[in-house]
């Protein structure tokens, strides 16, 4: 009795879950269908989901009216250091908030959960002020550390998770067998934290790849402009778009955090699974 009960409850589920993945698929597939449209088609009073006629004009024109190359490498080299750089500074300050708990750890902890409530427009000014001072306005080094101040608390709420999960167990059998600190953070915890230290710097980047708010403010040159600003040139007067070129041009630039994710999910579970097996 019970197992007929469940089939229409877990076929309930499924659906469920399929209605979502639609909603979420929904804007991506349309901008795809968009990107290979030919203009007749994008005027069209009855749209259709595949286009009749596909072209890749839009691209074409895209990489004619804007420099996407240049603005998709200061994106990539601004994510990269964003995220490399917060975590590096995240992990060690993780491991100290997860195994020497305190008052100033708890207080830390506390702080990293409220600051996350804090809006764009709040920041921006002291932080450009700050650039400012330091000769980093319109380069990507200044947008860079304001990328790192605005990912690394949730970047080390996340780590801490993880070193949590790390049973210190396994640290104290190294130390009674004679290992050093050192060695057994490079040898025992380091490998159990990669899954983590890798969807932290996966979390880093797509937030840096895809931020438009602080670029826009700190870059004044277009040689420095990064591919989220670019993609606002395709965009005329009062709200007419070049809406072509800016379905292809907004393809492409979601694109590398899509295959970086599908790339590293993989790791990620594999890297998990490791560290459960014992050797």
Not at 9 to 17: I, S
């Amino acid at each position: 009795m019970s197992t007929r009960t469940s089939k229409p409850v877990r076929a309930g589920q499924y659906a469920a879950l399929l209605c979502y993945l639609v909603f979420l698929a929904f804007p991506f597939l349309w901008l795809i269908s968009t990107a290979f449209k030919p203009a007749p088609e994008l005027g069209s009073l009855h749209p259709t989901w595949i286009p009749e006629h596909p072209t890749l004009d839009n691209f074409r024109q895209a990489f004619d009216e804007q420099p996407l190359l240049r603005a998709a490498a200061n994106s990539l080299i601004a994510a990269l250091g964003a995220g490399v750089i917060a975590v590096l500074i995240a992990t060690p300050m993780a491991y100290v908030m997860a195994r020497r708990r305190s008052r100033l750890t708890t207080a830390a902890t506390g702080w990293v959960v409220v600051s996350q409530a804090f809006p764009f427009v709040l920041l921006i000014i002291p932080l450009f002020l700050v650039l400012k001072h330091l000769h980093l306005i319109n380069t990507l080094w200044g947008l860079i550390m304001v990328y790192v101040v605005w990912a690394l608390p949730f970047a080390l709420w996340m780590l801490v998770g993880y070193v949590r999960a790390v049973p210190p167990e396994l640290e104290e059998a190294a130390a009674v067998d004679g290992a050093g600190r050192l060695r057994t953070l490079v040898s025992v915890t380091a490998p159990l934290l990669a899954p983590g230290i890798v969807a932290t710097a996966l979390f880093a980047f797509i937030t840096a790849w895809n931020e438009f708010f602080f670029a826009l403010v700190l870059l004044k040159t277009p040689e420095k402009q990064t591919l989220p600003v670019v993609l606002t040139h395709f965009l005329g007067a009062e709200g007419a778009s070049d809406l072509g070129p800016l379905a292809a041009a907004a393809f492409l630039a979601t694109l590398p955090s899509l295959v970086l994710f599908a790339v590293i999910q993989r790791r990620i579970t594999g890297g998990m699974l490791a560290g459960a097996v014992k050797s």
